[in-house]
């Protein structure tokens, strides 16, 4: 197990003394700036609002990891969780540093480890009275609620939760004011039979209590670590560029999300770098007034002092704040550079250049006659070689067995008529 101290800001050496005295460890004298007593500890999450204890067990006790304990508190005997054992790798580990950095940013004026005992670890008997118990809730808050409304008490029962054992029980409300409720408190003791507290909580609070999740798919950070709600301001919403719709940047408690300080730190460094709006800047692109800026990417926009067209350049190009006056050639506007026109490449013929024997060669290789590739067939035989000359060919017929007309063939310039007065056939 891990050994806790008692103090918080007690150091973590075991050996004795504080560094500031002659004390070495064993039974040498104390200057009592240093380790005053050291005990077993071991840190448990109990209770409907997730509180964390600092709490000692007998020696020679051994947990396993995430187990459930019942465990003596200031509210009576009720069922925890460990939270810090000796296994290290675990999801469920909460080491003595990490509680003391939540205690260090939560502020130890509000956030105080609750102290406490480890009696034993819960048995398969505590578990189904804690089973059983909680199922008593839902009938116990209906006539709570029942019994307010008659008592005309202007509240909200959020949830009842049992201790082990049921003898007590504790009856979370919201109330605008103060109220009196002594009345109820004596209904609901004789009803069930049970010791009852009244416990006020806020809208926070209350969203602790039956939330479950968020708009971003999570469950809400106040019922799964959070355990000092500090407050949340409109600056925050509004340095961060949020959407200012309430529905948009309000939880499940109708206040502000808490998700709006995990990032306020940071955005205020990376504002503090940029430039305001309005402001007078020099940058390596001229002189000109901040118009925008862009907190996570590091963007300034600014106007020319000369009239042009807003001009983005990042961070590093300020190169001077505050300026009061611009100087006079800021003024006036940058004359446009001409760059130097390279005249056109000459246009070049990609074709090969032949020379004169080429070109002859070539020539005559086009009048040269092919021979024949294959074997020589012998000529056609015209269909009129049979036949006599002067005697025209008959008209041939198709086979519907109408005669074909005969085309004539154009007569050339300087040729003269056919023998015969016919024209020759074509």
């Keep these: 197990m891990i050994a806790l101290t008692q103090f918080h800001d007690a150091p973590e050496e075991h050996g004795g003394g504080c560094g500031s005295c002659e004390a070495q460890g064993g039974d040498a004298p104390r200057c009592g700036n240093g380790l005053e007593k050291v005990y077993r500890t071991t840190a448990v999450r109990y209770g409907y609002m997730r509180h964390v204890g600092e709490f000692d067990y007998a020696e020679g006790m051994k947990f396993t990891c995430g187990a459930k304990v019942v465990v003596q508190t200031g509210r009576g005997v009720e069922i925890g969780e460990l939270a810090s054992v000796s296994c290290t790798g675990c999801d469920k580990h909460l080491s003595r540093e990490q509680i003391k950095t939540y205690i260090a940013n939560s502020g130890p004026e509000s956030y105080q480890l609750e102290n406490g005992r480890v009696l034993r670890e819960a048995t398969a008997d505590d578990l189904a009275e804690d089973v059983h118990l909680k199922e008593r809730t839902f009938a116990m808050r209906r006539f709570a609620q029942q019994r307010a409304d008659d008592q005309q008490l202007s509240i909200k029962i959020v949830d ?242 109408q005669a074909k007309r005969r085309r004539r063939r154009r007569r050339r310039p300087g040729e003269g008529p056919a023998p015969g007065g016919q024209t020759a056939p074509g």
């Design 160 to 401: 009842c939760e049992y201790l082990l054992g049921g003898d007590r029980v504790i009856i979370y409300f919201s109330s605008e004011g103060r109220v009196d409720f002594r009345g109820l408190v004596k209904d609901c003791a004789g009803e069930f039979q049970t010791r009852v507290k009244m416990h006020q909580v806020g809208a926070r609070d209350e969203a602790r209590l039956v939330a479950d999740f968020e708009t971003c798919g999570r469950e809400v950070c106040c019922k799964v670590f959070l355990k000092t709600l500090r407050p949340i301001t409109m600056r925050m919403a509004k340095l961060q560029r949020s959407t200012l719709d309430p529905s948009k940047v309000s939880g499940r408690c109708g206040r502000l999300k808490c998700c709006l300080r995990y990032e306020h730190e940071a955005y205020e460094d990376l504002d503090t770098r940029l430039a305001r709006m309005g402001e007078r800047i020099r940058t390596s692109h001229g002189y000109g007034t901040v118009v925008n800026r862009q907190i996570l990417t590091q963007l300034v926009q600014f106007a020319p002092a000369y009239g042009g067209e807003p001009i983005t350049c990042v961070t590093e190009d300020v190169l001077e704040r505050g300026i009061k006056e611009f100087p006079p050639e800021a003024l006036e506007a940058p004359k446009p550079k001409r760059e130097p026109v390279e005249p056109p490449p000459p246009v070049r013929d990609e074709r090969p250049q032949r020379s004169a024997d080429q070109t002859g060669d070539r020539r005559q290789s086009r009048h040269r006659r092919r021979p024949p590739s294959g074997p020589t067939s012998p000529p056609p035989q015209r269909p009129d070689a049979g036949r006599p000359p002067g005697r025209p060919e008959p008209p041939q017929r198709d086979p519907a067995g």
